[in-house]
Antibody, heavy 116, light 112 residues
Framework: EVLLVESGGGLVQPGGSLRLSCAAS????????MSWVRQLPGRGLEWVAI???????FYTDPVKGRFTISRDISKNTLDLQMTSLRAEDTAMYYC??????????WGQGTPVTVSS | DVVLTQSPHSLPVTLGQPASVSCRSS???????????LNWFHQRPGQSPGRLIY???DRDSGVPDRFSGSGSGTDFTLKISRVEAEDVGVYYC?????????FGQGTKLEIK
């Protein structure tokens, strides 16, 4: 059974940094396309970043240069390093396996609040 | 970015009756590989979104056959043949044909 469990969310001041982690079981993060998706207050969904099975990474424009998606093969985790955080980054952050093909799984999310 | 426009915003439905959600894309979604990466998600209150449909009309594993997807090009539809109580929540279309992947603004289904 595939299970994705996010952690690392919390309250951070504007300009601060946070590192999110997604522990995966039932799959290898190294062999799958993995993503971070966020849900902004008021329910809007935004696909933040994706790393393909081959290692290519893509980011949505609002986070380019500030967020980094990566995989830790030894721990079988997907990470999201977030820097220079802004109030508009406040959201629930979800880890997802897959995107467009069969076999998509999402975690339950970890909340991030950027506020002074 | 590709803009997905859903209608209606709110959908009150009587139990056992059909329901339909429309999703219109600002850009054509068919890809050179022959696929059209249009998905439908359902989010119940307090839960993460779960995908129902991928590739316009393919149901994900475990999704009841009362859910169906159709459409092509820029116009897509999610239909529920007979609404059940567990179908309440927000429905989102999502496109994975063009980066960044984008979602519609959501349609809230409620029971009358």
């Amino acid at each position: 059974e595939v299970l994705l469990v996010e952690s690392g969310g919390g309250l951070v001041q504007p300009g601060g940094s946070l590192r999110l982690s997604c522990a995966a079981s039932g799959l290898s993060v190294n062999r799958n396309s993995m993503s971070w998706v966020r849900q902004l207050p008021g329910r809007g969904l935004e696909w933040v970043a994706i790393v393909s099975s081959g290692g290519a990474t893509f980011y949505t424009d609002p986070v380019k240069g500030r967020f980094t998606i990566s995989r830790d093969i030894s721990k079988n985790t997907l990470d999201l390093q977030m820097t220079s955080l802004r109030a508009e980054d406040t959201a629930m952050y979800y880890c997802a396996k897959g995107a467009v093909l069969a076999g998509v799984y999402w975690g339950q999310g970890t909340p991030v609040t950027v506020s002074s | 970015d590709v803009v997905l426009t859903q209608s209606p915003h709110s959908l009150p439905v009587t139990l056992g009756q059909p329901a339909s959600v429309s999703c219109r894309s600002s850009l054509s979604l068919p890809q050179d590989d022959g696929n059209t990466y249009l998905n439908w998600f359902h989010q119940r209150p307090g839960q993460s979104p779960g995908r129902l449909i991928y590739n316009v009309s393919d149901r994900d594993s475990g999704v009841p056959d009362r859910f169906s997807g159709s459409g092509s090009g820029t116009d897509f539809t999610l239909k529920i043949s007979r609404v059940e109580a567990e179908d309440v929540g927000v429905y989102y279309c999502m496109q994975g044909s063009h980066w960044p992947y984008t979602f519609g603004q959501g349609t809230k289904l409620e029971i009358k």
